[in-house]
């Protein structure tokens, strides 16, 4: 059987909203018919109770909705984030384990920060992306977030920073 639609056509996804509006008519319309049968007891209640039970799963829908779009937006911000910190994470992960500790290796690892430092300025991120890299991220990430951190103050988290000094996950700094 062929398709109707034309050669490269995508048909948009429709998401959760035709699902809303069904639970909506359908719990709209037990209502209406356990009102309409309100002579007939047993089946009046039993449509009153279908219908709200429909209606309630609306907000229930609707919430996941929310929440699985917040969390599919959070994810793709920290993976943009990751990506933009590659710059200075590599490069400091790099220099960590392979140069011996020395003012020539402190240096390098200073103009890094500066780096993070500066991107701080850029206004493409948020206090909850950076506080995330700096929790899960590796020891170059969480660099490149406590740099973000520095360089503008309205990106720290207290609570990431508090975690992080308790929790180390970092190696100790070598001699």
Do not use: C
């Amino acid at each position: 059987m062929e398709s109707a639609s034309p050669p490269g056509y995508v048909a948009p996804e429709m998401g959760r909203t035709p699902l809303i509006l069904s639970f909506v008519l359908l719990g709209g319309a037990l209502i209406a018919g356990g009102w309409a049968l309100e002579d007939q007891s047993y089946l009046s209640a039993l449509l009153l109770e279908l219908g709200t039970a429909a209606l309630l799963i609306v907000p229930l829908v609707y919430i996941e909705r929310l929440i699985t779009r917040e969390i599919g937006g959070v994810r793709q911000e920290l993976a943009d984030l990751r990506r933009q910190a590659e710059a200075v994470a590599v490069p400091y992960e790099r220099l960590r384990a392979e140069e011996k500790s020395g003012w020539q290796r402190t240096a390098t690892m200073e103009r890094q920060m500066a780096r993070a430092r500066s991107e701080a300025h850029t206004g493409r991120h948020s206090r909850k992306e950076v506080a995330a890299l700096f929790s899960s991220g590796t020891d170059g990430e969480r660099i490149f977030a406590l740099g973000l951190m520095q360089g503008k103050i309205s990106l720290a988290s207290v609570d990431a920073i508090i975690n992080g000094i308790v929790q180390s996950l970092s190696r100790p700094v070598e001699s």
